[in-house]
């Protein structure tokens, strides 16, 4: 069975532990990385392997995971705790 990967848990809930509130699973999340590395190689000429290392370092270190829980760098920014939703904004 796979678990329904929209649905945001409360902080709490063991679900949220094993990664229901991955940014990248998100086209929100998808818009974010895609203009980030688009601005990094052509407006500040960041090497593609440069940018992909330190989004894997990033990964590894549960950087887009739990969304959803405030100690996220992404909490208030993509998702509004005031509603438990994503916010769906242009970015």
């Given at each position: 069975?796979?678990?329904?990967?929209?649905a945001?848990?409360?902080?709490?809930?063991?679900?949220?532990?094993?990664?229901?509130?991955?940014?990248?699973?998100?086209?929100?999340?998808?818009?974010?990385?895609?203009?980030?590395?688009?601005?990094?190689?052509?407006?500040?000429?960041?090497?593609?392997?440069?940018?992909f290392?330190?989004?894997?370092?990033?990964?590894?270190?549960?950087?887009?995971?739990?969304?959803?829980?405030?100690?996220?760098?992404?909490?208030?920014?993509?998702?509004?705790?005031?509603?438990?939703?994503?916010?769906?904004?242009?970015i």
């Open positions: 069975m796979i678990p329904n990967a929209r945001f848990k409360l902080k709490n809930d063991p679900e949220t532990i094993n990664n229901l509130g991955h940014l990248l699973l998100r086209p929100l999340g998808q818009r974010i990385l895609a203009r980030a590395v688009g601005d990094l190689v052509n407006n500040d000429g960041f090497r593609l392997a440069d940018i290392q330190k989004i894997n370092d990033f990964e590894k270190n549960d950087g887009f995971c739990h969304i959803n829980v405030p100690e996220s760098c992404w909490y208030g920014l993509v998702y509004n705790p005031s509603n438990k939703k994503m916010e769906m904004k242009n």
